[in-house]
């Protein structure tokens, strides 16, 4: 069945505000006195608050000053707050007013010529402190070309491709209607391709360049970027395509978080005043402490535990590192670690609304987990035969054929025997961070078993230019990006279970939807033995060794959080 069609960025939670329904406990503490709970709050959204007004102004020396209003002013106000729910709403639209404000202000006002060389770069941050590299740093770099007002819109879309923002706040924090907002999302989006097309230009060796740029001061403007824009339109050079450009949202995904610099969040807690005069806004020496330490990004490549208490960045002959983040929609997962009972050494409290898994025990322990991403195999590869494991059947809350198309909808199954999960991608409707489903609540046995379909959902499209365009996505629609670590999906999965468990839609950023069938050893291996031949792309994987050692899903738990969305990447039950 075909996923319904949404126009991009709608809305696919009914309206609610996730992150501000997991934190709602939080901020009814915080509204009732409760210090700790304030701590939390602050020290929590910093991050994010940061990113916007940091993007939107582009890394100007105002950006403290614009945070740190931010922050007060939500401090002071909290008690106006009638639907703790909505509290990253309210949040960011705080933030996107103390923006507006700053800008009429400065109107009026004659800038100083040093402010430009004391201001931190919001692009040159984000290249150095996530070290980008190819395109990412491309799209980085554009973003000093853009207008105030595009910076302003691109500041809260860059959050919405990854998943940390809806287009429903969008919109409003903007103060216009989610169809208008459409549209000036669909311009931004061009003149930041126009930046991107200069950014490449002016890093070529094209020779007509030196006599058009030579009475440019360097710095960006828009009467540049018309200029310049024109030369790379009409120039052969400049326009010439020297690879494949990817979509800017496919980017953004991957640098959705930039540090706060550790000498602007003690300038923010103690605000120029005295630590007495902190604590007399609502601010503790807690929060003060916790203020102190730097957050990290979320690049590329990272994974997030404790509902955002942490990230691990995972890159080539590099151990992983970790520090705290904001708790945004993306941030989810928790990282690997080197035994199933290792913990975090200094982690935050977590938000009082989750419910942390419990640590497994050393007993009854079974199944492994792959944790490195396994390549597909040759087209002609043929699978090896797929144990067969006692049946007795399998029954479904969802019926012989359960669809589940929105975050939350969930299926129950118990029994004994084989259970078909199908994928359907829809990038189309909205493409960006893939939050994965969950496994929750599991009573005896879990394994994945076999993938099948005929493809994995990364192949190339029948018909797909260079292979460009696949299961995930492709250039014209944006890309659904897994999380680092995450084993690429096919088409079919099967999984073998012996009792209970539950398994739910976690859809934030990426549009995606999941049809559950009970199954059987017969159809499992009838499709993992369907290659090329019969018109697959390949044949299936088998995964199962037939032992109690085999693979168990990524995403399972015993438990049942709060949230799905919070089950540990590398389970082992």
Same mark, same amino acid.
């Given at each position: 069945?075909?996923?319904?069609?949404?126009?991009?960025?709608?809305?696919?939670?009914?309206?609610?505000?996730?992150?501000?329904?997991?934190?709602?406990?939080?901020?009814?503490?915080?509204?009732?006195?409760?210090?700790?709970?304030?701590?939390?709050?602050?020290?929590?959204?910093?991050?994010?608050?940061?990113?916007?007004?940091?993007?939107? $102004?582009?890394?100007?020396?105002? +950006?403290?000053?614009?945070?740190?209003?931010?922050?007060?002013?939500?401090?002071?106000?909290?008690?106006?707050?009638?639907?703790?729910?909505?509290?990253?709403?309210?949040?960011?639209?705080?933030?996107?007013?103390?923006?507006?404000?700053?800008?009429?202000?400065?109107?009026?006002?004659?800038?100083?010529?040093?402010?430009?060389?004391?201001?931190?770069?919001?692009?040159?941050?984000?290249?150095?402190?996530?070290?980008?590299?190819?395109?990412?740093?491309?799209?980085?770099?554009?973003?000093?070309?853009?207008?105030?007002?595009?910076?302003?819109?691109?500041?809260?879309?860059?959050?919405?491709?990854?998943?940390?923002?809806?287009?429903?706040?969008?919109?409003?924090?903007?103060?216009?209607?989610?169809?208008?907002? =459409?549209?000036?999302?669909?311009?931004?989006?061009?003149?930041?391709?126009?930046?991107?097309?200069?950014?490449?230009?002016?890093?070529?060796?094209?020779?007509?360049?030196?006599? +058009?740029?030579?009475?440019?001061? *360097?710095?960006?403007?828009?009467?540049?970027?018309?200029?310049?824009?024109?030369?790379?339109? *009409?120039?052969?050079?400049?326009?010439?395509?020297?690879?494949?450009?990817?979509?800017?949202?496919?980017?953004?995904?991957?640098?959705?978080?930039?540090?706060?610099?550790?000498?602007?969040?003690?300038?923010?807690?103690?605000?120029?005043?005295?630590?007495?005069?902190?604590?007399?806004?609502?601010?503790?020496?807690?929060?003060?402490? =916790?203020?102190?330490?730097?957050?990290?990004?979320?690049?590329?490549?990272?994974?997030? +535990?404790?509902?955002?208490?942490? +990230?691990?960045?995972?890159?080539?002959?590099?151990?992983?590192?970790?520090? =705290?983040?904001?708790?945004?929609?993306?941030?989810?997962?928790?990282?690997?670690?080197?035994?199933?009972?290792?913990?975090?050494?200094?982690?935050?409290?977590?938000?009082?609304?989750?419910?942390?898994?419990?640590?497994?025990?050393?007993?009854?322990?079974?199944?492994?987990?792959?944790?490195?991403?396994?390549?597909?195999?040759?087209?002609?590869?043929?699978?090896?035969?797929?144990?067969?494991?006692?049946?007795?059947?399998?029954?479904?809350?969802?019926?012989?054929?359960?669809?589940?198309?929105?975050?939350?909808?969930?299926?129950?199954?118990?029994?004994?025997?084989?259970?078909?999960?199908?994928?359907?991608?829809?990038?189309?409707?909205?493409?960006?961070?893939?939050?994965?489903?969950?496994?929750?609540?599991?009573?005896?046995?879990?394994?994945?078993?076999?993938?099948?379909?005929?493809?994995?959902?990364?192949?190339?499209?029948?018909?797909?230019?260079?292979?460009?365009?696949?299961?995930?996505?492709?250039?014209?629609?944006?890309?659904?990006? $897994?999380?680092?670590?995450?084993?690429?999906?096919?088409?079919?999965?099967?999984?073998?279970?012996?009792?209970?468990?539950? $398994?739910?839609?976690?859809?934030?950023?990426?549009?995606?939807?999941?049809?559950?069938?009970?199954?059987?050893?017969?159809?499992?291996?009838?499709?993992?033995?369907?290659?090329?031949?019969?018109?697959?792309?390949?044949?299936?994987?088998?995964?199962?060794?037939?032992?109690?050692?085999?693979?168990?899903?990524?995403?399972?738990?015993?438990?049942?959080?709060?949230?799905?969305?919070?089950? =540990?990447?590398?389970?082992?039950?």
């Amino acid at each position: 069945m075909a996923k319904k069609v949404r126009s991009e960025g709608e809305e696919t939670r009914g309206g609610t505000d996730v992150d501000g329904r997991e934190w709602r406990s939080t901020v009814a503490a915080a509204q009732a006195g409760d210090r700790r709970a304030l701590d939390e709050l602050v020290a929590g959204w910093l991050p994010l608050v940061y990113n916007i007004v940091g993007r939107a $102004l582009n890394g100007h020396a105002d +950006v403290d000053d614009v945070v740190q209003e931010t922050m007060l002013r939500a401090v002071d106000n909290l008690g106006t707050l009638r639907d703790p729910d909505s509290f990253r709403s309210w949040l960011v639209a705080i933030a996107m007013r103390q923006i507006r404000d700053r800008a009429r202000r400065r109107t009026s006002e004659t800038l100083d010529d040093s402010a430009g060389d004391q201001a931190a770069d919001f692009a040159e941050l984000t290249v150095l402190r996530l070290q980008l590299e190819g395109q990412r740093r491309e799209v980085a770099e554009a973003v000093r070309w853009l207008d105030d007002e595009d910076r302003q819109l691109l500041s809260l879309w860059w959050l919405e491709v990854a998943g940390e923002l809806t287009r429903r706040e969008l919109a409003a924090a903007v103060g216009i209607s989610r169809q208008h907002a =459409a549209v000036r999302v669909q311009r931004m989006k061009e003149r930041l391709d126009t930046a991107r097309g200069i950014v490449r230009a002016l890093d070529s060796s094209c020779p007509e360049l030196p006599e +058009v740029t030579a009475r440019w001061d *360097g710095r960006p403007d828009s009467v540049w970027r018309k200029r310049l824009a024109r030369h790379v339109r *009409g120039c052969a050079s400049c326009s010439g395509a020297r690879e494949v450009v990817v979509p800017a949202e496919r980017l953004l995904v991957g640098i959705a978080l930039v540090p706060v610099p550790v000498g602007f969040t003690l300038s923010l807690a103690l605000g120029g005043k005295t630590a007495a005069a902190a604590t007399g806004v609502g601010w503790s020496a807690k929060v003060i402490s =916790a203020l102190s330490k730097p957050a990290v990004a979320v690049t590329a490549g990272a994974t997030i +535990v404790a509902g955002g208490a942490y +990230v691990v960045t995972q890159t080539p002959d590099k151990p992983p590192s970790r520090a =705290a983040v904001s708790p945004t929609a993306a941030s989810t997962a928790r990282p690997p670690s080197r035994t199933p009972s290792a913990t975090p050494s200094a982690s935050p409290s977590p938000s009082p609304s989750l419910s942390p898994s419990p640590s497994p025990t050393r007993t009854d322990v079974y199944g492994t987990v792959v944790d490195a991403v396994d390549r597909a195999p040759e087209p002609d590869a043929r699978p090896g035969a797929l144990p067969h494991r006692p049946e007795s059947g399998i029954t479904s809350t969802g019926g012989a054929k359960a669809v589940m198309q929105h975050r939350g909808d969930s299926v129950t199954l118990s029994g004994k025997g084989y259970v078909l999960v199908r994928w359907q991608i829809s990038p189309r409707s909205r493409p960006g961070a893939l939050v994965m489903p969950a496994w929750t609540g599991l009573e005896g046995k879990l394994f994945h078993v076999a993938s099948g379909g005929g493809r994995r959902m990364d192949d190339a499209l029948a018909g797909s230019p260079d292979g460009y365009a696949t299961g995930m996505g492709g250039p014209d629609i944006g890309y659904a990006v $897994l999380p680092s670590g995450t084993q690429q999906m096919w088409q079919n999965e099967y999984y073998y279970l012996d009792g209970t468990v539950t $398994l739910t839609v976690n859809e934030r950023g990426a549009d995606y939807g999941l049809i559950v069938f009970p199954s059987s050893w017969d159809e499992a291996s009838r499709d993992v033995t369907t290659g090329p031949a019969q018109g697959a792309i390949r044949y299936g994987l088998v995964r199962d060794n037939g032992e109690n050692t085999a693979p168990v899903p990524q995403y399972l738990t015993r438990s049942t959080p709060i949230d799905p969305a919070t089950v =540990a990447q590398r389970s082992r039950v």
